[in-house]
């Protein structure tokens, strides 16, 4: 059974500076997906990573994925209060094009 | 371009009735899902479509029925509703082909059991 997990949960940033999270998944898995998500709100498709080694840059988002260490990151650059929001990852299970959500990663940026 | 759309938005029930969510997409996809969304659980699948006249189970089937009987339209049915089903329920849609599509997602709908 596929497990997605999100770490840290919440993540307070200060504005201006450079932050990483992380999502970890437990079997294997080809296609991983970045969401985003403002209170109250639906969720919004932010990147979809295809294979090993791909990269894709959004302003100042930039998500990568690992297959072989069963890992993506999601790198926030100069963070900005727009950003704050909660950031799902979610792994591709192979059948039926069914996902497999993380807990979601809330980032709050301060002044 | 209305995407996915969820009726109602908002919902009260008493615990032992039932009510249908309706999820429409205007953008022809096969696949269709529920989830549901609760406080640090992330999204859970309740039932998906691989097509019309198609359901599956998912994570969390118990409790609640789906129907697809127009390729458009995607129906969560609570038959008896039970205070643990109080969460927000997100729909979402997805075209067949395309390896980079992802799901898209209606705007909730947020149910209380009381």
């Known amino acids: 059974e596929l497990k997605v997990e999100q770490n840290p949960l919440f993540l307070s940033m200060q504005e201006g500076k450079n932050y990483t999270i992380y999502c970890n998944y437990s079997t294997t898995s080809d296609r991983l997906y970045w969401y985003r998500q403002d209170p109250g709100k639906s969720l919004e498709s932010l990147f979809v990573?295809?294979?090993?080694?791909a990269v894709k840059q959004e302003g100042r988002l930039m998500a990568s994925l690992d297959t072989k260490a069963r890992l993506s990151t999601l790198h926030i650059t100069a963070a900005v209060h727009d950003l704050s929001a909660t950031y799902f990852c979610?792994?591709?299970?192979?059948?039926?094009?069914?996902?497999?959500f993380g807990k979601g990663i809330t980032l709050s940026v301060r002044p | 371009n209305a995407g996915v759309t969820q009726t109602p938005k908002f919902r009260v029930l008493k615990t032992g009735q039932s009510m249908t969510l309706l999820c429409a997409q205007d953008?022809?996809?096969?696949?269709m899902y529920w989830y549901r969304q609760d406080p640090g659980m992330g999204l859970r699948l309740i039932h998906y479509?691989?097509?019309?006249?198609?359901?599956a189970k998912g994570e969390v089937p118990d409790g609640y029925n789906v129907s697809r009987l127009k390729k458009q339209n995607f129906l969560l049915g609570l038959e008896s509703a039970a205070p643990s089903q109080t969460s927000v329920y997100f729909c979402?849609?997805?075209?067949?082909?395309?390896?980079?599509?992802?799901?898209?997602f209606g705007d909730g709908t947020r149910l209380s059991i009381l």
């Open positions: 953008m022809n996809h096969e696949y």
């Open positions: 479509s691989v097509g019309e006249g198609t359901t």
């Open positions: 990573l295809l294979s090993n080694g």
């Open positions: 979402a849609s997805r075209q067949l082909q395309g390896l980079n599509q992802p799901q898209h």
């Open positions: 979610a792994a591709f299970t192979g059948a039926n094009s069914k996902l497999t």
